[in-house]
């Protein structure tokens, strides 16, 4: 059996033929002449193997084919429609699903008045944030399940990633108020390391610049409490139990606001930002338009994004 295939052009001049009930105002309709439109419904008919209308010198009129298919044509040419809208408001980033991977200090600093901007307006755009370390966020991206990623220092991933810089993060020491940073403009590291410290896990950037730190000025490093998570370093300092070295992004994270926060000089630290993403690889229109966005966004003096 012949396999049937209209297409949606003699489709939709079979039903506006259909409701004008002639050939004339149809093809005016339609921007057509007479005999165009003509030959478009015969090749219609051909196809379909079957008389779409019986029609004379006055008259037009459906056959029962033709009524059959009017029914399934306006679905069929409805259906089209709100394909080509919806992919259209895919095109336009009003529609579709962002996927980002990032160190939580960066995607919580940093992510959310920009997401707060990115989707107001757009009930039909999902952002999912994957927070993971360095080496996660990384094999995110090359897996496909992030469109693009925040880290802390370019990662190659065997060549195949991309880094852009967004910004320095500067190291601030912080304490508890009533500590031994109130009467301090700024803090040395050689001072800090001296008093109990509260320092993140192996594995983290912000101990392995900690750490790099410490050796540049030789000094011991001998923290008293080592946590996994910023929430937990910044309750342990906020109790008083420990003075800690973080970056600005952090400081929203583990409620800075509360805390005494001083510049931490001798050496300067900063974690290089940029955004990771897969060489040569198109994004989405979506995915495009918020790292656009990132990137346009400004950054107060800490590092992160202003509201």
Not at 6 to 32: C, M, Q, T
Not at 49 to 76: H, I, K, Q, V, Y
Request: overall charge neutral.
């Amino acid at each position: 059996m012949k396999r049937i295939n209209p297409d949606l052009n003699s489709l939709r001049a079979f039903v506006v033929l259909a409701d004008s009930g002639g050939f004339r105002p149809a093809a005016e309709f339609l921007g057509l002449s007479g005999p165009a439109l003509s030959r478009q419904i015969a090749r219609l008919e051909d196809g379909l193997s079957t008389r779409l209308f019986d029609r004379d010198t006055r008259n037009l009129r459906l056959t029962p084919s033709g009524e059959e298919l009017l029914a399934l044509a306006r679905r069929l040419l409805q259906e089209a429609g709100k394909a080509v809208e919806e992919f259209e408001a895919f095109l336009a980033a009003r529609r579709g699903r962002v996927s980002v991977a990032g160190l939580p200090s960066i995607t919580a600093g940093l992510l959310p008045p920009i997401i707060a901007r990115f989707v107001a307006g757009r009930p039909n755009l999902d952002v999912c944030v994957l927070d993971a370390l360095s080496d996660k966020v990384a094999a995110a991206v090359l897996e496909g399940r992030a469109d693009f990623g925040l880290t802390a220092g370019a990662s190659d991933g065997a060549g195949r990633l991309a880094f852009r810089k967004l910004l320095d993060d500067p190291f601030y020491a912080v304490a508890a108020p009533g500590g031994p940073l109130d009467d301090m403009d700024e803090v040395s590291w050689e001072d800090l390391v001296a008093l109990p410290f509260i320092a993140m896990a192996q594995g983290t950037s912000v101990r392995a610049l900690t750490e790099a730190a410490t050796v540049q000025i030789g000094a011991a490093f001998e923290p008293r409490f080592e946590v996994s998570h910023l929430a937990t370093a910044g309750a342990l300092v906020a109790e008083g139990l420990g003075v800690s070295a973080l970056p600005g992004l952090t400081l929203p994270v583990i409620g800075g606001a509360s805390l005494v926060v001083r510049p931490l000089k001798a050496p300067e630290v900063t974690r290089r930002i940029g955004l990771v993403f897969l060489a040569g690889r198109t994004l989405s229109p979506a995915a495009q338009e918020l790292i656009d966005l990132i990137l346009r966004s400004p950054r107060d003096p800490l590092g992160h994004a202003a509201a």
